[in-house]
């Protein structure tokens, strides 16, 4: 490479880091917001194309229900971003050009989890990134409201999440599970289990029946009817319909039974939960 552009190029990156995460005003203080993008593209001298940034090292770390209420730790998250540039001769020649490393930027991060509680089917995620000297870290399907907090000891940067209020997070999608279905003198029995019942005491839950029409090669499945109630949370859900409660269901081949539930209150998201198996075709 032409030693007057490895100046210039060397000039626009920031001094190299200790073996450790930055301090000061290295990392990004607000979490989850990103303070610069690094990377470029310059035009060297005679002609020659030069690309160059950091690479960006990530982790996600999970914390479960155990242990949430004496607080948790992700333990030492070692990370390292690279300096490259990508050097291709003038004409734009593709297919020669040139990948080089130069610095390498290292950090040990510590994401700590203060005590709260998880229902058992919950879980959350932390992302951890470092790009250059910008260390980022970004929570991810998180239960509360928190607080972050940053310190350093010794070389460790060590993150803090301090929760202040809970708020709703997604179901356990595999909660309700279905017993199959019956015909009755009137129409139709269906029975469900709650393995969550007594966790969610007070609130509701919606059970969905949805009646398809099976598709085919020219023609894909489509919904034809569907009938639904609410319960209070409990551990077994009977939801009794006829024919005529799902659009006037034919009692005939092509078709099947498929159903879904929704949890009504404050601990879980009221999103729709399509289970995965179908009850059974309809006879």
């Known amino acids: ?27 990004a203080e607000q979490l989850g917001v990103s303070q610069n993008a690094h990377g470029a593209e310059a035009v060297g001298p005679k002609g020659m194309i030069v690309s160059y940034g950091y690479s960006s090292d990530c982790k996600m770390v999970y914390f479960g229900s155990e242990g949430s209420g004496s607080g948790q730790s992700s333990g030492v998250l070692r990370l390292e971003s690279v300096y490259k540039e990508k050097d291709c001769p003038s004409g734009g020649d593709l297919l020669n050009c040139q990948e080089l490393e130069g610095q390498r930027l290292r950090a040990d991060v510590e994401v700590r989890m203060a005590p709260r509680e998880l229902y058992p089917w919950e879980s959350e995620s932390v992302d951890v ?27 460790l940067a060590v993150y803090t999440f301090s929760p202040t209020a809970r708020k709703a997070s997604h179901p356990d999608p595999k909660g309700l599970t279905s017993e199959g279905y019956h015909k009755t003198g009137a129409g139709y029995s269906a029975v469900f289990k709650d393995k ?5 005491s007070g609130e509701k839950v919606e059970v969905q029946v949805q009646l398809w029409r099976k598709g085919s090669l020219l023609r894909p499945a489509k919904m034809v009817g569907r009938v639904g ?5 409990a551990g077994e859900y009977q939801l009794d319909f006829t024919s005529a409660d799902i659009s006037g269901a034919p009692d005939a081949k092509g078709y099947y039974l498929s159903w879904g539930f929704r949890r009504l209150g404050g601990i ?4 729709l939960v399509q289970a995965r198996d179908a009850l059974s075709p309809l006879n």
């Open 1 to 27: 490479m032409n030693k007057t552009l490895t100046a210039i190029v060397l000039a626009l990156v920031p001094a190299v880091l200790a073996a450790g995460p930055a301090s000061g005003g290295a990392a």
């Open 129 to 155: 990134c470092l790009q250059g000297k910008e260390l980022m870290v970004k929570p991810w399907n998180v239960s509360y409201e928190y607080t972050v907090s940053k310190t350093n000891e010794n070389w």
């Open 196 to 200: 969550w019942g007594r966790e969610y």
């Open 229 to 233: 109630a609410k319960f209070e949370a």
């Open 268 to 271: 879980s998201l009221p999103v």
